[in-house]
């Protein structure tokens, strides 16, 4: 008796595992080259709703403060944090506003059209995804350190931080060679 088989090997055993998925359209806005992985991880769980804000943390805690620990005003949800909360808007505002100009926006959906919105400058669009990726894991941290009793840091102190970390993150691309993003410092010194 013969067997039609495929040989043994990592790719062809993962396939028998693995769960089949639609690629989910904004993926690219998510994954790009010279990504910081800690950074497209929390945006990508940010994407699926599934980071642990008040709104999703009642339904199995009812004896929790909901009220947004950045604003202290509405309750936390994804949407509110990323960005109709105060603080969060003045943290996207400064830091894209002079990229996208007439296009600035604040509201999760739009942000994610513009991400995906290929028809705009190379060097534009990384500058964009990086920063929103980079803005929006910093303000979680900070929105995890307010909650749990730490120093609270004002909103211009965090534009600084996430500046500097996108200006160190191009720098390193140049070092390593990705011409393809050449400009990027120039871009984002301009946007300032």
């Known amino acids: 008796m013969q067997r039609a088989t495929k040989p043994l090997s990592h790719h062809n055993t993962w396939q028998l595992i693995r769960k089949e ?3 989910q359209g904004w993926s690219k806005g998510v994954w790009f080259k010279y990504d ?19 709104d999703r943390i009642l339904k199995w805690n009812p004896a929790i403060d909901p009220t947004c620990v950045l604003c202290e005003q509405e309750m936390e949800t994804r949407n509110h944090l990323f960005y ?11 830091l894209t506003k002079g990229l996208l100009l007439g296009r600035y926006t604040e ?3 739009e942000i994610g059209t513009l991400l995906l919105d290929e028809s705009q400058d190379r060097v534009k669009l990384y500058l964009l ?17 307010r909650r749990h009793g730490e120093k609270h840091l004002p909103h211009t102190l965090l534009v600084k931080i996430i500046d500097k970390n996108v200006r160190n993150r191009l720098s390193t691309i140049k070092r390593q060679g990705g011409h393809k993003l050449e400009g990027g410092l120039r871009m984002w010194f301009g946007s300032r």
């Open 36 to 54: 910081t992985p800690k950074y497209s991880f929390h945006v990508w769980t940010a994407m699926q709703d599934r980071l642990s804000t008040c």
């Open 107 to 109: 509201k999760w959906e």
């Open 129 to 145: 995804r990086y920063t929103f990726q980079a803005a929006a894991h910093s303000i979680w941290r900070e929105r995890n350190c």
């Open 84 to 94: 109709s909360c105060s603080y969060s808007r003045e943290v996207l505002q400064k």
């Open 21 to 23: 998925y639609v690629k």
